[in-house]
């Protein structure tokens, strides 16, 4: 597939996505774009906000429109990892045990809730994110194709929950907020019909397969040696910024990568732009850093935009 | 292998025994051989030392040896004072300080110290190639400071070459400046001992049989004349510069001089106008043309008309004289001339004395005894000749003049000399050079010692002394045109004279050309010329402390420049040509307000200018979309380049405020 | 190695260094260096090469000799733009500090300073030294556009310990005259307490769990079953798992979470001083962390709830540093 010619052509199917999901999601097109972006890239995305503010509704929108299956898990303090994964049981009448799937098999999981869970079943969900695949009981299952996780927390603030670790918020591709809608937003919201209702009836515009093959695409679009030397710059001013306890991770750097790719190509583009790596760095890489003690009192993504504002293009 | 051979080459010590090698090679032909052994050793071992540490000797055995090259430098040149002894020695005791030298501090004094040997060396030779190798090496000891320098930053030998070069090369305008503007005083501060052998070459103040045929193997040129007017023809270039009176049989000799005063010349005709740079000799005579009308200032005029400076020249000199051709002494021969020019030696070449007696008997008149005798040495078989047989034994005029009869001018000058003298006629024995070659490329005679020449003269009553050269009767061609054609067709040439083809020769003259210039502008620069140069810039005369000022300011200026020119600082290259031309673009917007912050994209950047120039929004996004093309699509053409470039020309930025 | 400048005696040094630490800028993070503070003088070598001209120069004047005379001019022409270009090897160099990774007292602080450029110059062997520290040269070629370097700080004290004045000198190209400046930049460092060798045993009375910190190690709860590595203990094969499947696997377990150990000023002896009780605090915090232990430390003024990992860690440390500091 030669992406140049058919890069117009694409980011209008995709264009026409966002509308769509846009319709039950008001107000909130950039947080979409991140979310396409994020589904673009292949990785999976962790949407860190409130409680209400449509968290679910975004990942189910987003499922409804590029055809996938969804499912849901609740996560509680008591959800044990096989709860999730799936389990194997004898089976009295074969004498054999037989694996029964969890709710991971699925194409687009909603993780919801995911701090309020035990690390012992974020890590089970996490390693089938990072694997592709379900190890239960020395056999491996594959998981579909697309597969995508869309995790949801709460800030980390409020009481009762397991922060994920560091090391496990790297398995994100991405982490947005969504954050209130403005009054106008709001309005519509109110004044609008069912939510949930609508969804059913949104129309499928991008297939699954579709879906793979432009994930392919992504891998296609161009960065020229000066993008490279951009990102490689903000790369190591991460590292040497005072800000930061520790700068972003070669892994982090990847991550950059993709995201921007599937930035440019959303956006109708061959090629990446320096553009691209500034709209989605902060959600890139804004969990992936550790605010210095020093600095405790600034907001991170403040951080990660001033980051960006310091490195020259 | 190579990995060692690499080591080493990274070593500092290597940075240091390569300069010194190189500061001290053009003093080893001059060094007795067994000192270039000894350094070769010594220089051997510490080079091994940079991989087997064991090879540092000891400070003991190191005093040792240096007490042992003291000796030995006091045996052969019997001082260590000097010129030569007291180079050699310190270039002998530098090479045993290297092998004790470990560290930094101990290599800077080697490297200061090389630039000592450096200049020693021109106290022997200050032609063109000196001051090239000189460059050079100066380039090498810029290197190892740059390498002793540069701690740990392992810069690479193309690196430190081109700092190197570039750092020499822009010293050089300061080098010039001071040089010229540099206030030089004439004499010397202080007498160094003279060195009696330090081996130049030239005429001696003595003539034996040989002598001349062996000066002839050299090159080398003696001095140069430029003339005012034309040339006189070559046959009458005769270039004087001692008379020998005292023969013992063997070798002619000055003899002791007189106090007599100097006979009246009288000049006929227009005399010839001509100038002499006269390359360093170390001894004080001057040359002149037969027979100059005056000395220069400063320089006595005796009475063999003779040009004698008061110091030896050691430095280039040049010396304007006047000189005729057609002249005529008129005087009596005085008792002491007459005397010491009819004494022949006792017992000595017998025969030849018997054949000018029996002349005197045969002819009555004395011009017809010079002409017999001319005539002789042209019709008997005798030979014009570089490799004369030897003829020892008490009697070598008689061996030549009647057995061997090969012969090169002083055989022939001398026995004429004595036979004139046995058949009563005054006769004297001259010495100088004869002809030169005329450079097509600048018309300047050079002057070889390959032309030196003797002749003799004799007194006649009615003339006074007359040059008589009986070569000129045996080989014309020799007086006439040059050596080279005067000599036999099978004769065994000196290698110049074999070297000298065509293309050969004209390099030569060309050398030659560039070789007087630099003689005569650089080697030859001193007070005189100073002040010569000053007055034709300046029309006046210039004083001393005005030129200290002037030397202060120029050398400030030049500096000032060159620090500015080369390192000004320079805002980071910029090589791709579209990137070139949207920093302009970007550049020329930030004068009219909207100035690109330096993490702003293109595309944002193109949005906000167009904001303010809505009229100008077409060519923007036409200009950004090119340099993104260029920039993030790698995709460039040329057209596209010119294309942006007139955009970007065309702009228009008359902010339209709607 | 001192600060002491070449050629000069210590007083004059010093007074220079008083003077020119007047003019210096104050709180910032970045200085360009430019020639209003750089100060340049020869080096010992650069004096004597002067020597060895000023004899060369007599002898060429004594005995007229031209190409001593050039040699004299070119040697010293070298000498001159060798000054110009060690001036020029500091001019514009621009340097930022960055804080230090918090360190124990009594290691050295490592200031990480990054030289960056507004020319195409190459900078080369410029050094960096704080008084009584050591030396560290550093290289910014043409070809790069910023470089790195630590520089080291012995720390003596816990808190905050700044970056002192910085001399910055050069030698390069030719090692004939020496350029230099003082910087002050803003960075600090955090100072752990050092610590101590040999704490008393950690006194468990009192504690909600009597457990060792030892058996604090992972070894609890069943949490599932993973393929072997090399390496794993025997006695934790899944024998079961192995004989269904067929292939090698591993039980892990999971720490109970729920094991909480308070670390207090009080359990010290008040015969030890605050210095001794803050470094025998900073070894438990090491000591727990490194069991994997749920910890928490109460002391005078400060009190953090148990919880493990990286940045709880820190956070004690970080109050041990500052105790008795209003920061």
Sequence with gaps: MNISNQATQIRDTLQQAGNSIGQIILGKRRQIDLALTCLLAGGHLLIEDLPGVGKTTLALTLARTFGLDFRRVQFTSDLLPADVTGISIYDATSQQFKFHPGPIFTQVLLADEINRTTPKTQSALLEAMEENQVTQDGISRALPKPFFVVATQNPSEQIGTFPLPESQLDRFLMRIEIGYPDQQAERELLLGRDRRQQIAQLPVIINPQNLLALQKAVEEIHESKALLDYLLALIRSSRLSPWFSSGLSPRAGLALQKCARAWALLHGRDHVLPEDVQQVMPSVAAHRLQIHPDHQQDNIDELVRRLIMQVPV | MNQRLSSISRDPAFWVI????????????????????????????????????????????????????????????????????????????????????????????????????????????????????????????????????????????????????????????????????????????????????????????????????????????????????????????????????????????????????????????????????????????????????????????????????????????????????????????????????????????????????????????????????????????????????????????????????????????????????????????????????????????????????????????????????????????????????????????????????????????????????????????????????????????????????????????????????????????????????????????????????????????????????????????????????????????????????????????????? | MTTQLPLLPGFMARGIERWAAQRLPKNTDKICLDRRRIYILPTRNGMIFSLVLLVILAGAINYQNSMGYLLTFLTLAIMLLAMIATHQNLNRLCITAVNAQSVFNGQAAKFSLTLSRVTQRDYINISFQCPEQTRVAAHLPATQNNTHIDLPVMTTQRGYCALPRIRVFTEFPLGLFHAWSWIELQGRCLVYPAPAEHPPEFDRRGQQSGKHASELSGEDEFAGIRTYQTGDSPKRMAWKSIARSGTWQTKTFHADSDEEIWLSWQQLSDTLGIEQRLSILCRWILDAHRHGSKYGMDIPGTRIEPGIGQLHQQQCLRALALFGFSR
């Design chain 2, 18 to 658: 390569l300069p010194l090698t190189l500061v001290i090679l053009p003093h080893l032909p001059r060094l007795p051989l067994w000192m270039p052994i000894l350094m070769l050793l010594l220089f051997a071992v510490r080079l091994g030392a940079i991989s087997e540490p064991r090879l540092i000797l000891h400070k003991f055995w190191l005093f040792v040896i240096a007490v042992l090259v003291s000796i030995g430098t006091i045996m052969h040149y019997g001082t260590i004072f000097g010129k030569a002894a007291g180079t050699a020695l310190l270039i002998c005791l530098l090479a045993i300080k290297l092998l004790e030298s470990r560290s930094t501090r101990d290599y800077m004094l080697l490297i200061a110290l090389s630039f000592f040997i450096i200049v020693t060396n021109f106290l022997f030779t200050q032609n063109i190639p000196t001051a090239v190798y000189m460059l050079c090496t100066v380039v090498v000891l810029v290197m190892s400071l740059i390498t002793l320098h540069q701690g740990d930053a392992a810069l690479d030998l193309r690196w430190r070459l081109q700092a190197a070069v570039k750092l020499v090369a822009l010293s050089i305008p300061l080098m010039l400046v001071m040089f010229v503007l540099f206030p030089r005083i004439s004499g010397p501060l202080w007498h160094m001992p003279d060195d009696a052998g330090s081996g130049r070459t030239g005429l001696g103040e003595t003539m034996s049989p040989g002598d001349i045929a062996q000066l002839i193997q050299s090159n080398e040129v003696a001095f140069r004349v430029e003339f005012t007017d034309n040339k006189p023809s070559q046959d009458q270039l005769y270039w004087r510069a001692l008379v020998l009176w005292y023969f013992d049989g063997r070798t002619w000799e000055q003899g002791k001089q007189n106090e007599n005063p100097r006979p009246t010349l009288e000049g006929h005709g227009q005399p010839v106008d001509y100038t002499i740079t006269l390359e360093p000799h170390e001894k004080n005579w001057l040359f002149a043309l037969d027979m100059p009308e005056q000395a220069p200032p400063g320089v006595h005029y005796n009475n063999n008309f003779l040009l004698r400076s008061r110091e030896p020249i050691n430095t280039l000199y040049r010396y304007s004289l006047k000189s005729f051709l057609n002249y005529r002494i008129e005087y009596q021969l005085s008792r002491w001339e007459k005397s010491a020019g009819l004494k022949i030696p006792p017992d000595s070449n017998p025969r030849s004395v018997q054949l000018g007696q029996q002349w005197r008997t045969q002819f009555n008149h004395d011009e017809a005894i010079v002409n017999h005798a001319l005539q002789q040495f042209n019709q008997q078989d005798y030979v014009y000749t570089l490799q004369p047989p030897p003829t020892p034994g008490a009697h070598p005029v008689d061996a030549f003049l009647f057995n061997t009869r090969r012969g090169f001018c002083e055989h022939y000058a001398g026995s004429f000399t004595l036979l004139m003298r046995a058949a009563g006629i005054p006769a004297r024995v001259v010495l100088g050079y004869q002809g030169g070659m005329i450079n097509p490329v600048n018309q300047v005679l050079s002057v070889r010692q390959s032309d030196a020449h003797a002749w003799a003269e004799v007194w006649l009553p009615e003339r006074g002394w007359v040059r008589v050269d009986p070569t000129a009767a045996i080989a014309p061609q020799r007086v006439e045109r040059n050596l080279d054609s005067a000599l036999a067709a099978d004769e065994i040439r000196p290698l110049y004279m074999q070297l000298d083809n065509s293309v050969l020769k004209h390099l030569r003259f060309y050398w030659d050309a560039v070789d007087n210039r630099w003689k005569q502008w650089v080697i030859g620069y001193g007070p005189k010329l100073q002040q010569q140069l000053m007055r034709a810039l300046f029309n006046r005369e210039i004083h001393y402390s005005e030129l200290t000022f002037m030397l202060m300011a120029a050398v400030g200026f030049v500096a000032l420049m060159i620090a500015w020119l080369s390192f000004k600082s320079r805002a980071p290259k910029e090589t791709d040509p579209v990137q070139k031309l949207y920093l302009q673009f970007c550049d020329r917007l930030a004068k009219r307000g909207v100035a690109r912050n330096i993490s702003e994209g293109p595309v944002d950047f193109a949005s906000r200018a167009a904001q303010l120039y809505p009229s100008q929004q077409h060519a923007i996004d036409l200009i950004t979309k090119i340099y993104i093309n260029s920039r993030y699509r790698s995709r460039t053409s040329t057209d596209q380049t010119e294309k942006m470039q007139s955009l970007i020309r065309n702009l228009n930025y008359s902010p339209d405020k709607s």
